[in-house]
């Protein structure tokens, strides 16, 4: 990747990530960029974002020989991480994503079962409680992306015994003013709340444009709560 190309993903996907615009204007900037052609390029998955492979993997190492488990991809944007699960023999998959036109890419690669438009945020999504094996959320975790709140939508549509799969910017959690001292506190809280236990936090290098990640698993509802 050139400098231009990586300057271009920078900027792009600094004004999806800025404080200074609502919830709708976000989710238009995403449509526009998504409509623009651009946004897969900015976001080459194993060039300039890895995060979605990240969580293929943790998802096989949890579930190596389970591929009918259902897995419930958040924020799905285009399918990158569907992709990467329907790489590894997963086909049990459903989409959650806000901006319609990302939805409908996702769509068109045939990889979702059923595509949900949606988001997490102050209320509840349109899904039962414990309808899924594994929720995934990647590169939503961010200024104005998915508020701390929202980890309990992840948790409720989880069957006990399932996973939650978390892969974010590390930074995020210090520089996002809703998460800085709050979402790791949250999840300790959730833990000892005995709504799920964690299994892993793990940090791994240049998640997007060389900027670090960090991947946390969670095991649901593991006191039979
Ligand atoms: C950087 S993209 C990542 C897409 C995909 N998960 C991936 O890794 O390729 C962030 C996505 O989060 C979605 N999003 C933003 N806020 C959200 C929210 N509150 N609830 C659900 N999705 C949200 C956006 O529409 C966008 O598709």
Known sequence: MNKFSLKNAYDHNSQAFSADITVAERIDFYSKWCQSGEYEKDLSKGGTYNGPIIAGEAISRLYPDDKNIRILDIAAGTGYVGE???NKGYFNLDALEPSK?????AKDKKIYKNHICDILGGTAVHINDDEYDCTVVCGAMGEGHIPCSGLNEMIR??????VVCIVMR???LFTVSEYKDRLEPLMKQLEDEGKWESK?????PNHFAGKSGVLFVFRVKCDGV
């Open 170 to 172: 590390e930074e995020y």
């Open 101 to 105: 036109v990302m939805l409908q890419q």
């Open 84 to 86: 990467e699960l329907r």
């Open 200 to 204: 892993d936090r793990i940090n791994f």
């Open 157 to 162: 549509v989880v069957k006990p015994g399932g």
